[in-house]
C-alpha cells in the first residue's frame, strides 16, 4: 500500500483568495488524482496529474481555477484559486499502488471559504 | 457506461446487528471492485476488494463477495459495532479511473 499525507489538513480561507494545497508519497507513482469531496456527497475526480506532463482536468474543471504540479514521483500540488464559499469541499489526493488495481487515498484537505 | 448504484442511507442498527449494504454496478468488461470507508472527518481507506467473478474480499469482519452473474458487490457484517459507524462507498475500477457509489451513512447504536 502506499502513505500519503496532505498539507494542510485544514484551513479557512476568505473569498477570493488561494490556497495549495501539498500531497506526498512514501512511493514513487505514475499517476497522480485530485479528487473533490462537497459535503454530504460523494467524491468527484478533478484531474489527473501524470509527471512531465501536463495535468488532465475532467468536464467542469479547468486549469486556472485548479493549477496542479507535478515535478516529481512523489509530489504533486493542487491550487484552488480566486476561491468561493461554494469551493467549500475536502480535497483528496490519490495514488494507484500495487499492480494498479488499488487506490489509495490520503487523508484529505478540509477547505472552508468564507 | 460504467456506474455504480449503492443502497441510500442512513443506515441505523443496534450494537451486534447483521448489515447488509447493497451495491450494484454496470460496466464493460471485467472490472475491479472496491469498498472504502470514510471514518467523520477523516480520508478514505480501502476496506476491502475483489478483483475477479466470484472473489471474496474480507477485512475486519466485514465481506463481499464478487457476483458477475447479478452484477452485485454487496457489504455484509455479521456483528456490527458502535466503531463501524462511518460512510461507506462502493466502486468499481474498470480502467485507470475509480468509479464510486454515492456513499451510505452507517449508524450504529449501542
Known amino acids: 500500500s502506499a502513505v500519503i499525507s496532505q498539507k494542510p489538513s485544514r484551513d479557512i480561507c476568505q473569498r477570493g483568495t488561494s490556497l495549495t494545497i501539498q500531497c506526498q508519497v512514501d512511493?514513487?507513482?505514475?499517476?497522480m488524482f485530485w479528487y473533490r469531496q462537497q459535503p454530504g456527497q460523494s467524491l468527484t475526480l478533478i484531474a489527473t496529474?501524470?509527471?512531465?506532463?501536463?495535468?488532465?482536468?475532467e468536464s467542469g474543471f479547468v486549469i486556472d481555477k485548479f493549477p496542479i504540479s507535478r515535478p516529481n514521483l512523489t509530489f504533486s500540488t493542487l491550487t484552488v484559486s480566486n476561491m468561493s464559499p461554494e469551493d467549500s469541499s475536502i480535497y483528496l489526493c490519490?495514488?494507484?499502488?500495487?499492480?494498479?488495481?488499488?487506490?489509495?487515498f490520503g487523508p484529505g484537505t478540509r477547505l472552508l471559504v468564507l | 457506461g460504467n456506474s455504480v448504484t449503492q443502497m441510500e442511507g442512513p443506515v441505523t442498527l443496534s450494537e451486534e446487528a447483521f448489515l447488509t449494504i447493497n451495491c450494484t454496478y454496470t460496466a464493460t468488461g471485467y472490472p475491479s471492485l472496491f469498498w472504502y470507508v470514510q471514518y467523520p472527518g477523516e480520508g478514505l481507506q480501502l476496506l476491502l476488494k475483489a478483483t475477479k467473478a466470484d472473489d471474496k474480499g474480507s477485512n475486519k469482519g466485514f465481506e463481499a463477495t464478487y457476483r458477475k452473474e447479478t452484477t452485485s458487490f454487496h457489504l455484509e457484517k455479521g456483528s456490527v459495532q458502535v466503531s463501524d459507524s462511518a460512510v461507506y462507498f462502493c466502486a468499481l475500477k474498470p480502467g485507470d479511473k475509480i468509479i464510486f457509489g454515492k456513499g451510505t451513512r452507517l449508524h450504529i447504536l449501542p
Open positions: 496529474a501524470n509527471q512531465g506532463s501536463e495535468a488532465t482536468y
Open positions: 512511493s514513487q507513482v505514475t499517476m
Open positions: 490519490s495514488v494507484v499502488g500495487g499492480f494498479g488495481e488499488t487506490q489509495y
